[in-house]
Structures are given as structure tokens and as C-alpha cells.
């Protein structure tokens, strides 16, 4: 079982992980592409601070190693000139039995040992410098792959404006226009009228141009490089409805003028001072106006690897596990190989025939790391509660945190209480009936007072309940069977946790009553009178609330929660107990046999 996980990646939202190992369809609106590039920045900047601070990382692992390799030689020459020293006392002893030669030994031993710890921090340093070199290799492929998105959002952009402009400019009306002109005395009356009908057309065309550049979306734009391109407007039909002279002097026409623009294909981009490649189809090119085919050469890559059930991705996209077969068009192209528990194998290649490429994923350190997450498998391909890593080490517990704790060893606990779904997957592969079930009755806090409810158990606690809240009216026998049941499925080791432990992992290296400060702050966790819907009223759902420093969700509040003492010690609050109750130090003390519509229990993973 694995434990170890990038810190970094951790910090990745899954939803935007996600969305570099899939396929994406690319918008068509200028809208949803606007918001996909500034969202996509975003992103990119979050992934380059991700990266300068992995590069960061690994430049401070490199300069520790530069400092043992430095100290090792420091450690060599002492561990020779005690080697030597020893010989020298040794062969002296040899002649004089009286000669005590413990002081040359013991630093022959220690130099020698100061040498061995040498080598041990070196070679795991240069472990340490491995696995953050793998993840910056990662670090950057997944910004080149948000660049390449960029860069095509970018295209599907320019392209996306271009067209929405073409259809603009596409237009068909008719309109009305009155043109009055004063004739010249040379002229006869067919010529005068001629004049007059042509100089009406050039201004219904002038109106028409202009009517349509006003209702474009880019106005400006378009105005700016009118220079560049033609519209193409064509009169199409055009009838006199009024003519002659008004004054003896100046001939009036009133004419209905039947009018279209057809711009041809690379007009809309000259319009946006963008490359024409954006005004034609895919593979297109405007030579004489004539589509051609473009020609892309495709080729077979092969992708293997010395592992099963891996995980291919390509430029970003998911093929699956290897062996991989795919066709890709020649280029350059980013192939990502990786499997969890191993360093991800990473390579750009320039593909320009059929290619092979084999990735050789070696095995990271299996050293936990505190807030580590991990689950066990169980059988039907379902999980065992999922688990937040805790290490040994010095711990502040108990009123104000004044008292120091020496935790020998890791542990996992459970990341949420125990829920009803989870729970019933257990009922139902067991047949358990728990004590409430037995006795017929789980009690419930009713005016301040502890009361029996008839006919109520986990099943029917006195207020409704949904898969992904806590399980409660369970007795401590309940929580052990549960946790015995577990280890049994796994081979792993599972139980509940000491009140130590538990607020350990509460805490969250937190010093004060709760995770967040000393102040309770309303809505923040489901306790009575907190502000939540929940509140004084039932148990909410195990994430309704943001989790501690830790990962670890409802660690105030929400139900008390099973320890594994004798004496029968709950921890945590509940969501009809006062918030006071709810502080790290604060416990319940209850007869083991309890089962309470506000009592239940998260479990404990021992760790080698």
C-alpha cells in the first residue's frame, strides 16, 4: 500500500487535474471561449507558481546533497586517519599486552558511523531529489499541455470572430432612398435623368455600407482596416418609384433599391487584421479560391511500459494502459506514462515516422507524509473508509495545549466519521445487529435529558439520514466490530482511536480550542445553536463542512465519536451539544453500552 503523494499535487483541485487527462471539445461561442481562455490563464498561472515552487524544491535538495558530498569527504579523511591511528596502536599492543587501545577503537567506531550516516542522508536526499524532479517534470508537461490549450482556444478564437463577422457581412435588404440633383443646363432630360438614378444607387449603396458596418460587432475594428478589403455590394434590383423636376432646376428620383454584400472568404479576416488561414475551412487554402486538401502525414506510435495498469497520456489526453497503439500526425508531441505509487515517465518527441518508446516507471519511497490520504480496497472493487496520515512526534494535547505528547507512531485515521453507507455495506456482509438493534431502542438528549427512543436504531435515529452522513445509535461493541470487520477485509490492522490520538489529529498542530482559533465561529461546523441548518436538529453530512489543516472533516462537531478506552470516552461534540463541547480537549464519558441518535465513531489504521 502506498502512502507517499506529491504535496503539490495534492493541492490541485481534482476537477482541474481531470481536465488535462481527457479529451476536450473545444467551444464554439466567443463567449464560452473567452471565459475557457481567462479561465485557462488562471490556471496557468496557478501551475507556473506550482512549478517555480517544485523548482525551488529541487534546488534546495540539490544544494543538501552538494553539502553531504561535501561532508562525506570531510568524514573519509577522519575515518582514515582513525583507521590508521588504530593499526599504529594495535601493532604497539602487539608488543606491550599493557597498551589499552579502547580510546583509538571507539574512534575508529564513531568515525565510521558518522560516515555510514553520511551515506544513509545522501542516498536519501538523492531519493527525496528524485521523486521532486519527477513531479517537475510533470509540473511541466501539464503547463505546456494548458499553453497548447491556450494556443488552441487562441486559434478557435480568431477563427470563431472571423466567421461570427462573415455572417454580418452577409447581408440582403431593401430600402428606400430619395436623391435630388440639380442637372446641368447642357444636359437634355434623358441624361439629367440617367445622372440622377445612378447618383441615387451610389447613395443607397453608401447607405447600405454603412447601415451594415454600424450593426457589426467589432465596428471599430472593421473601420480601422476598411482600406484592406472590399465588401462587395451588389445591387441586385432597383425600381423608380417617383421622378421629375421640382423647380424646373433640380430632377428628384425616389427609388426602392434591392441590395447584397458578398464578401469573399478571406475578407472578414483582412477586416480583423488576422491571417486568412482564420476565414478558410480546415485544410483549406484560398489559392485561385479553390479549396485544396491539405496534406498531413500520420504515423503509428507505440507505447509501452516495464508495468500494468498504467495510465497513457498523449498531448494531454488519456489512451489507457499499455501496450498503446495510436496514429498521430507527424510533429512534436508530449508522451506522459504513470502509475500511482511510481515516478511518472515524461518525454517530448519529434515524430516524423512510425516510433516506439518504451517507459521504465521505478517505484517511489514509500515514506507517509503527515495528511498523506490512502485507501484500502475491500471486495465488489469498493473502498475501505479513506484514511489521513498522521506521523510520530512531539504533540500539544489538553486544556489550553499545555500538555506535551510523545507519539511513538504513525497512524491513518479515518478522514470523515463512519457513514450510514458504509456502515450498511458492513451490516450487510456480516448480518450484524447492533446493541440498538438488540434492545430495541437508541436514546436521544430530549428537554436536557437522556431518553430512551423506542424502535430506533441506525437505521431510524429520530430524524432522517442520507448515505453520506455519520452513523449513529452505534455502542462502542458496535465501533470494535466495525474495526475488526475491516481488518479482516484488508489484512490491515484497523481500530478506534486512543482520545490521544484523536485530538492529535484534531488539532491539526493546531495549539487553540478549535482547529481554526479560540473563537467558535457560526456555521462553521454542526454543533447546537451554530447557525446550520443542521443545528439542533440532526447530523449533517461528513463534508458539509471544510475539513481541518489535517484533511480531516467534522473534527468539531457534527457526532460525538467513539475512543478506544474502557472507561468510555467520546471526543469532539455534536451537533445538539453546545459548541463548547465541541474544543479539542473536551471529552464525554459514557457507559460503552450507549448507543445515541448523537454518537458515533471514525476508525484508526495502524501503520508498520
Known amino acids: 500500500m502506498r ?5 503539490l499535487l495534492l493541492a490541485l483541485s481534482p476537477t482541474l487535474m481531470a481536465s488535462y487527462a481527457q479529451a476536450q471539445e473545444t467551444p464554439t461561442s466567443l463567449m464560452e471561449i473567452d471565459d475557457q481562455i481567462f479561465t485557462k490563464h488562471s490556471e496557468l498561472v496557478t501551475f507556473e507558481q506550482f512549478r517555480d515552487g517544485q523548482q525551488e524544491l529541487v534546488n534546495q535538495q540539490q544544494s543538501e546533497i552538494k553539502r553531504l558530498k561535501a561532508e562525506a569527504a570531510t568524514l573519509s579523511a577522519k575515518f582514515e586517519d582513525a583507521k590508521v591511528k588504530l593499526k599504529r596502536d594495535y601493532e604497539r599492543m602487539i608488543n606491550d599486552p599493557n597498551i589499552d587501545i579502547a580510546a583509538s577503537q571507539a574512534a575508529y567506531q564513531n568515525a565510521w ?66 436623391f435630388t440633383n440639380r442637372c446641368a443646363d447642357s444636359m437634355t432630360f434623358a441624361q439629367c435623368e440617367s445622372q440622377t438614378k445612378e447618383l441615387a444607387l451610389q447613395k443607397a449603396v453608401k447607405e447600405f455600407r454603412l447601415s451594415l458596418l454600424e450593426k457589426l460587432s467589432e465596428t471599430n475594428v472593421v473601420k480601422a482596416n476598411l482600406h484592406k478589403a472590399s465588401i462587395n455590394i451588389h445591387v441586385l434590383d432597383h425600381q423608380t418609384l417617383e421622378s421629375g423636376f421640382q423647380d424646373g432646376m433640380r430632377y428628384r428620383s425616389l427609388m426602392d433599391v434591392e441590395m447584397e454584400s458578398r464578401p469573399d472568404k478571406s475578407t472578414a479576416c483582412r477586416l480583423l487584421d488576422l491571417d486568412k488561414q482564420y476565414c478558410l475551412s480546415k485544410g483549406q487554402s484560398n489559392g485561385n479560391n479553390a479549396a485544396v486538401q ?39 508531441h508530449t508522451i506522459l506514462v504513470e502509475k500511482e505509487g511510481y515516478y511518472p515517465f515524461s518525454k517530448s518527441v519529434e515524430v516524423g515516422s512510425d516510433f516506439a518508446i518504451r517507459a521504465e516507471l521505478k517505484e517511489r519511497t514509500n515514506q507517509p507524509r503527515s495528511g498523506d490520504k490512502f485507501a484500502d480496497s475491500l471486495a465488489n472493487d469498493t473502498k475501505a473508509p479513506e484514511m489521513i496520515t498522521v506521523l510520530k512526534g512531539q504533540y500539544l494535547v489538553g486544556q489550553n495545549a499545555a500538555e506535551r505528547v510523545n507519539l511513538d507512531h504513525a497512524f491513518g485515521i479515518g478522514a470523515t466519521p463512519v457513514t450510514v453507507n458504509q456502515f450498511k455495506y458492513f451490516v450487510e ?62 489484512g490491515a490492522k484497523y481500530r478506534l482511536p486512543t482520545a490521544q490520538e484523536w485530538e492529535i489529529a ?60 474502557s472507561s468510555g470516552i467520546a471526543k469532539g461534540g455534536a451537533w445538539n451539544f453546545s459548541p463548547e463541547m465541541a474544543a479539542a480537549d473536551q471529552q464525554l464519558i459514557l457507559s460503552t453500552f450507549t448507543a445515541s441518535n448523537y454518537l458515533g465513531f471514525r476508525v484508526v489504521r495502524e501503520l508498520n
Open 294 to 332: 491539405q496534406e498531413v502525414a500520420w504515423v503509428n506510435v507505440s507505447v509501452r511500459s516495464n508495468l500494468y495498469d498504467d495510465n497513457v497520456l498523449i498531448d494531454g489526453v488519456s489512451y489507457g494502459s499499455t501496450p498503446v497503439e495510436v496514429m498521430l500526425p507527424i510533429g512534436e
Open 3 to 7: 502512502f507517499g503523494f506529491s504535496t
Open 506 to 565: 484534531a488539532r491539526a498542530g493546531s495549539q487553540t480550542k478549535y482547529w481554526w482559533g479560540n473563537t467558535f465561529e457560526t456555521g462553521k461546523a454542526n454543533t447546537g445553536w451554530s447557525g446550520t441548518p443542521w443545528s439542533n436538529v440532526s447530523t449533517a453530512p461528513v463534508s458539509a463542512f471544510a475539513p481541518n489543516k489535517l484533511g480531516m472533516y467534522d473534527a468539531v462537531g457534527n457526532v460525538w465519536q467513539w475512543t478506544n478506552g
Open 113 to 178: 558511523q558518522s560516515v555510514k550516516d553520511n551515506q544513509d542522508q545522501t542516498l536519501s536526499a538523492q531519493h527525496r531529489l528524485t521523486e521532486l524532479e519527477a513531479d517537475l517534470v510533470t509540473k511541466q508537461a501539464e503547463i505546456k499541455t494548458i499553453k497548447r490549450l491556450i494556443e488552441n482556444l487562441e486559434t478557435a478564437k480568431y477563427r470563431a470572430r472571423a466567421e461570427r463577422l462573415a455572417q454580418e457581412l452577409n447581408q440582403h435588404k431593401k430600402i428606400s432612398v430619395s
Open 429 to 490: 456482509q456480516t448480518n450484524y445487529k447492533t446493541d440498538a438493534e438488540l434492545k430495541n431502542t437508541c436514546t436521544a438528549l430530549i428537554d436536557g435529558e437522556v431518553t430512551p427512543l423506542s424502535k430506533s436504531s441506525w437505521k431510524n435515529p429520530g430524524f432522517k439520514q442520507y448515505p453520506n452522513s455519520p452513523v449513529v445509535c452505534v455502542s462502542q461493541n458496535d465501533a470494535k466490530s466495525y474495526a475488526k470487520w475491516l481488518s479482516k477485509q484488508t
